[in-house]
């Protein structure tokens, strides 16, 4: 009689033999305002049975790739550094194997420990930034480690030039004059990603997603909605031109599914990921 | 003093005088992932009096017609075949009375029932189908009667080139190359729906709305909220076509409206049935 | 040690040295459908720490105004002429100080109270209304006094050509006509936006915004939701060209918070509020 | 085809060859916490049907009486002095035709209008009032027509020594000294029941029954839940003991069924309902 | 690096080495009235770990016993024999393995399924069962597998005096005829528990355990919540006891853990299934 | 007009004048579990305004004290010492000002700054520990600071025999066995706790209420609900004989509103603060 394993949809390889490892850090440790996202990742594992493998858009099956899912780490509240180092260590076990990080959130701040590895491996990454909120601040409260920094952090270890931000619509004065500086910065929606892309070229990608991005029409299951984002469909055809990059690493985070008890958000996130695990077929 | 009658808006004709029967079939018992849809006709009457019958769309008044609402079939969980002999059985009944039937689901097994009845009445009938999911399969977990098998079992009652699906965005690669082969599949939206209502001319036409080709932000509330779907202004523009052609019934499946607490799925269920039951005013 | 004040985001200056004098009016006493709408200031005030006072659109922050939030009124139920009799007082009392009222309501009846204080201080005013329903019968149930009646009891004050709706798609088939005789109707969006702002020039206008005219996949949470409205960003964008008249009052009104437990229709309404504030600064 | 008639529970009988009247008073106008109980009645019908008609506590069936089920009144939300008239109308049709009424409400002030019609069919009635309130302010921020004030109105009608006050444990000092006075208050809980009833004797009854008496741990689908009340049980085992007196009417309100999404407010409030009216059975 | 699997908590053991094994049975195909039970197991698991292994009631501890949790069982929705011959059949082959099989449903029907196996190995086995419901409808709608029969078709397998009933508090008239006849029947509570338990001797013993037998107040979250029951506290001192006893199986069903969602009936379902576990320990 | 100073119920007093200082730590950045008890503190304010100042349980009202709540202190999540030093540093001044602190959690753990302070006022002091768990671990996943360890850390600055811990049903093997060693221990309910006051006649005494002592029933809204825990009117018999120790200060913790949509856990939250807080009257 088989053992009661859990995975996200069809993402059942073993671990030798995976190309791609998918990780969940259910942390919000830092979440200032509504905490929740630490739920993500095991309702994204639930309700993904509610979805096929197979995507009518970019005509591609899950069971065709060798994709294995963990689980998720058990990370100490209450510790930020902590949980950072153990997300870090992980991503670097997966690269150390010759395979592709996916880490499934969380709260924004997780990325900085799976940044932290992927930097290790490619000094030279670029990082594509989807988000509704700049965060850019220094310190929050006090707190350099904070979700309302963590892009200030990743910046401090990439320097200018090397993150390219879509989507954004909210945060200081001082927080957008600081992108308008040192990154790529396209607010409001997505404009501008193909021509993103072709910059790209064949340097090393990591994309993280930070779910509020999309309006909460279609994404309201998640701590911080920010009306007036990018509709589902605006993100899905971006992600689809995925497959023209070198994507070697991705986070896709805040979802948190309790504030959205129809399930049309986790619904929504289990299908970008399963879009976003596709496009990294040949890569 | 009176009875304490309840009806969907406006439906409150007598049964003799009616010239369309609306009726609920509360059944989901083959509901694999979540169930709610035998909520769906219950919600719908008691919400619908916070609609107006007048539709500043069409100019129409729901009072201008004889619609009888005839109640909820009391169907038996546990036996899909007796649920759908009891369907179809009431479907007969009205089309024998010369009244146009109007079902309300329920999942979309139901329309099963409904199209063997009006089979026999109209051999040559098409379909408009609408929907996220293809429902093509030819047996769930060898069972050939499930929500997921609907098409496949009308599939087999109408032989090929009668069903016109719009709206598809999830199935199997086999049940997209069934469609491709079968029906005439409109992927994604409801582009071709007009040259499809000028090629079915005064042929009688049978519609088939489950809701959920809505996108999740329209309609959050249904079992299986499936996100990039078609817009509600998207779905009403394409409805307020339906009087060019000879609509014989109808069904409207799939709401579940315990999924969506704010009623707002439920009240574009409702706008969404009086908008079809004001285009078969003159057919 | 300091008094718990709670105001609305960035809405802190003293009253004294105020210009724009913020109030709530939970008052939701003749909804006659779901109830709710009472706790929409409230609910406004504990989301907008969200949000930033920072706007991307415009580029102003809420910290460079003078904006003072008073809190709630208390007003008794069951005594619907007693509470409009407070809401007109409290705006009296702000324009009579030489400030502008902002009101967050509480259902849309709420606006009467505001508009005869307003009336007294400019007679020729003109009105925006945005809202989904007509709001035009003569009497509800019998009573005059009524949410479903409010944009005919400003009429009676106004008198013809001086109200201008937008973005309504639900009424009856006489409020229909009433409206195409007595006011400027835009039907289902908001085209016609900038034309009727440039008609309008130095002349005073208030607005009176029933957040209902957002499509529900925007804002669920409100009483009566009617599906096919308008997008978050075409409201934004016609809020955006506010500062091109002469706004000399405002309310924000039928947030019923509790039916989105998501929380996204009040930050949207707090958006929204924070976008019309920002337009006020140079008025 | 059979019309779509909704029945409280087994309470199908004709008008005409009924015993026993219940009808619905969906009102809660005059709420100042948190609205609701106007969906009481509905709530009720619907979810009655998951309950049996026999009760084993009395070895009854409500098949075996002859209850009709009007339906709801339709009140006027704003005007509180034409909904009490109508529900007064009401109660005294019931009591002119010979019948007793049972009214569901809303909610508590609904209870003035049927014991208005009720105290001119029987001028010496006493009323049994269970609740966690006194109810007994002489106004409420102005209003004398309030839920807050209900059982003072009463008062008012019949003088000192006629009411009996049962489980009450919310009020001020003011309106505790106020029952001490001219009722006999009952803090607490039950006790004094069995006396009470002896004492009554074959004295016309009228029952108000403020579901709240009730902790809420059993009902928190109420307005104003109130720690500290009685068990389900001790409520029952009182309600089983009234056929020992002549009860000529009652009333049960102030469930507010979307407090508790899990419906056991509701079962619980049927469950009482039914066994009061099986109480009514020989009397 | 470790997969991911998921357990009740503390039932890790390997199955070759365990004593116990508990499954599920996620089958809600018969329910009525409000369908959820189906997400009863996966609940129970994912909130165990808000739970310690330990017990101070009988001072063990789950970590010295050795059970495996094996998962779910797939169960086809709308073929009811088809689902129970997949329970009887995982039993058998428990019982077969010289192990004892701990199902977690799912609506009541599921016993069925595990009866018809354990009466295999037990032919003279008795069986408590614990419920709100007397369960002994002959058929429900014409369907004689349902829910509201389970117990009449496994009395129909045990013949007279083999089955205890504990809590009955509702049923029609005939089913508690039917009861007093047949069985031994103890209405409303628990009392006779001790004594019955001595009856049983070392007789072997199935438990069934209907978690609506509690009160609502302390498991809401049910599909049929009866008001009227057992307190927790009464359900865990009767379940102390177990240890006297021979149990060679047992059931818990129910649980439609949606409707509850403070997740205290979850809490609650798991703690009992705990301290069942750990009466099973010497057995 | 007046500024909208928001307090928890009657506690409107300047703080100069003040007796007594309530106050928010909103905290709960180290549960591990189910986050939330960071919203108790702002609940409870918005819902005391359903109840009354007085209690007709002791016959005092809260008007005929002085009492000032100055609202919640902000604090930093991810680091968890930083909110304890603020913890610390607000209720050392209030004892610097020669009043006693009342706080509202937020996490168990906020308990562990106030006693830091509490400690260099009163070093002899002794504590009553209500609560379901033990809280005893030495670490939880490696760190000290966390709910699970807040009376470990708080038994290191007292020592043996200092912390009287009531209504305790879930913890290791180890942490009873801890608790047995060190502490009076009280295993499940309440009883020993007249013995206890008088035991500790004048000292002074901190008082922690975690209100999950409460059965689930009673307070289903925290983190972690516990099955078998008191009736809340056990609970409220217990307080009401604390005027007879010397009450230095005391906490109420581990409300988590939004887990119980009913508002019944706030509302008894709220109840059982105003009865602690009339108890403290005469002290």
């Known amino acids: ?67 294995c899912d963990v689980g998720d780490l058990e990370l100490p509240f209450g510790n930020t550094e902590a949980a950072l180092s153990l997300i870090q260590r992980r991503t670097a076990e997966i690269y150390a194997a010759g395979k592709r990080p996916v880490l499934l959130g969380g709260e924004h701040l997780v990325t900085l420990g799976a940044l932290r590895a992927a930097l290790q491996v490619y000094p030279d990454l670029c990082i594509l930034h989807l988000d509704a909120h700049t965060d850019l601040r220094d310190d929050y409260l006090g707190e350099p480690l904070s979700h309302a920094c963590v892009l200030r952090r990743i910046w401090e270890l990439t320097g200018d030039g090397r993150i390219f931000q879509f989507g954004i619509r909210s945060g200081t004065r001082e927080e957008f004059a600081f992108a308008d500086s040192h990154m790529a910065l396209h607010r409001f929606d997505l404009s501008g990603w193909a021509e993103t892309l072709q910059t790209l070229g064949d340097r090393p990608v990591y994309l993280t997603l930070d779910l509020d991005v999309l309006d909460p029409a279609f994404l309201p299951g998640t701590g911080t909605p920010e009306a007036g984002g990018v509709s589902f469909m605006a993100l899905l055809t971006a992600i689809l031109q995925l497959h023209k990059i070198r994507l070697i690493g991705c986070d896709i985070v805040e979802l948190a599914p309790h504030y959205d008890v129809s399930g049309a ?17 040949g890569a």
């Open 1 to 67: 009689m088989n053992r009661n394993v859990q995975t996200f949809l069809g993402c059942d390889a073993q671990y030798g033999r995976a190309d791609i490892v998918l990780f969940g850090a259910p942390f919000d440790g830092t979440t200032s305002f509504r905490p929740g996202a630490r739920f993500g990742p095991s309702a994204m594992r639930n309700e993904s049975f509610g979805m096929e493998t197979y995507s009518p858009y970019c005509e591609r099956d899950l069971t065709e790739m060798r994709i």
């Open 265 to 281: 958000s986790t619904a929504a996130a289990c299908k970008i990921t399963r879009e976003i695990l596709l496009q990294m077929k």
